[in-house]
Structure formats: C-alpha cells, structure tokens
C-alpha cells in the first residue's frame, strides 16, 4: 500500500484538497511546460521516488521549449534569417531559399556555355583575347571548376572580362596571335609564285633555319636554358623569326630570309643540314653519353659552322 501511495503521490494536490487521486491543475499563463513538459516531469519523478530527480526533470523538460512569447530559432539559423515571430522567420527563409533555386538555376550543364562572351558588350581593347577563350584548354579547366561549384555564367564572364580589362589598363596584356597570319608573313619573297606546298616548304625551311642559328649558338656558349627561351619566346610571331634573322645576317653575312634563293625548290645547303643535324642525333655526339667522341663531335662542328656561315 505505501508503494502505491509513493507513485501517486507527485500528482496529488500538495494541500489534500479535492480529494482521491484528483489530476494537478495546469499552469498559470498557459505555459506549453504544462503539457509534454510538465508530463515528462510527472513521468520522472513518479519512476524513480526522487524530489531532486523529478525536479531536474521538470527543468530539463522547461528549457527544451521556448519561453512563451519567443519564436523558435532552429540550431545554426543566421541572424539574416531569424525574425521577430515565426512567421517573419520562415518569409525569410523562404526568400533565401528562392534566391538559391534561382542562383542554382543560372548554373549550365556543360562547360560550353561559360566561352560564349557576349563580345560587342566588352571592351574592344579585350575581344579578340574573349574570342581566344574559346578554343583555349586553360580557360576550359577553369570553366570546369565554375561549373562544379555552381558559378552563374554572367558571374563567370564578369569576373573574366574585369580580370582581362584590368591587365589591358595595365599595358601588360599580350596581343592574340593568329598563327596563319604569322606564317603567311613569313613567306618569302621569292617563294610567292609558287603553287601552295612549296610556299609551305619556304615557310618551313626559313623557321629551321632560324632554329638551327639558335641551336648552333648553344653549341659556341650561349646557356641551353636561355637558347630555349629565345625560341619560345621568337619563333610564334614573324617578327621574332625576323629578329632571328637580322641577328643571324649581321653574324654570317648572309640572307636568311630567302632559304630558296628564289629558284623554288630547296638548295643543296638544306640537305646538307638535314644530314648533319641526323649525325648531331648520335650518341656518340652527346657529351653526357659513355661513348661520346670528342674528335669526331669536332669535326661535326666544323662542318655545321662551314655550312651556315658562322
């Protein structure tokens, strides 16, 4: 009888009044504590016996619910997002929310859509290198990356155009360069009658024969490194295969600019190279490999250098 007595006895009135096993009277004020929480608090104490128990309980059972009068805040919501009622809070959530769709929805499916510019809209100074985007790898890695973190196309190209805007303002901005164009320059001048494949064969032998100035450089003390650079740097444009020239003409004394001598095939010098640059090939030519010969290496040299004029 006492244990029945100990497990109701949390829900009886404290003053006896109204007799029986009569329920507790709600809360003032209506607190939402007196239903789920006051009910989790009666559960707590009547299970174990405990006062201290039940009134950790009843406490623990108030802080879960929000005071009444405050709106609910979900753990982690921004201050931009949380207003003064519940109602203020889900109108902005769901602005934000309309924002994301609508960010989410300006983001393509294919990395082709980032290289169409709307060209007349930039700056002239800037549209042939946007054109240049198109077809260039580098700007497709980056249109790659735009694409996986759900970057807007616009977002894309304006960062774009105010990147290259700002290098054109700076003067450091290189021209776009048109390989035909640059190849078509190179043609000489004697070789323009000629029917197509061997204007090729002009054009091909006149940038050999400015390689083959700056590799036979490398060979009389001019750095590798700096031979290299020189090519990289020179042989895309006509003018730096112009340089080239001028350098190697004031050098030899000779001509570069007309391989063929206007007779429109290609001279016996041409072949002539051809075939040292095969025997330059050998390993007993290359001074890091075990069977290099010195001798016959010089003697390489000396025809190479009677042959170009150096």
Known sequence: MKALLDRYLPVREA???????????????????????????????????????????????????????????????????????????????????TGYRQRDSAVPNNIEAYNTFEIDKAPEAIRPQLQALAKDPLFGAVAKVAMEEKIPVATMHKLTTALYAQAADAGILEAVVDPVAERAALLPEAAKSLPPAQQEAAIEARL??????????????????????????????????????????????????????????????STAREALRAQLAAPEMNPQHPKFDRAKYDALDQQYQKLVGV
């Open 15 to 97: 003053d006896g009044a109204g007799g029986g096993g009569g329920g507790a009277a709600a809360p003032a004020g209506g607190d939402p504590a007196g239903g789920a929480g006051g009910a989790a608090a009666a559960a707590a104490a009547g299970g174990s016996g405990d006062p201290a128990a039940a009134a950790a309980a009843a406490a623990a059972a108030a802080a879960a619910v929000p005071a009444a009068g405050q709106p609910y805040r979900p753990q982690g919501l921004p201050d931009t997002m949380f207003g003064k009622d519940d109602r203020e809070t889900m109108d902005k959530m769901a602005n934000a929310l």
């Open 208 to 269: 050999q024969a400015n390689e083959d100035f700056v590799k036979l450089l490398e060979q009389h003390g001019l750095p590798n490194d700096v031979g290299e650079h020189g090519l990289l740097m020179l042989m895309d444009t006509a003018k730096g295969n112009q340089l080239i020239e001028f350098f190697a003409s004031k050098m030899t004394g000779m001509d570069r600019a007309q391989p063929f001598g206007g007779s429109g095939a290609a001279p016996a010098a």
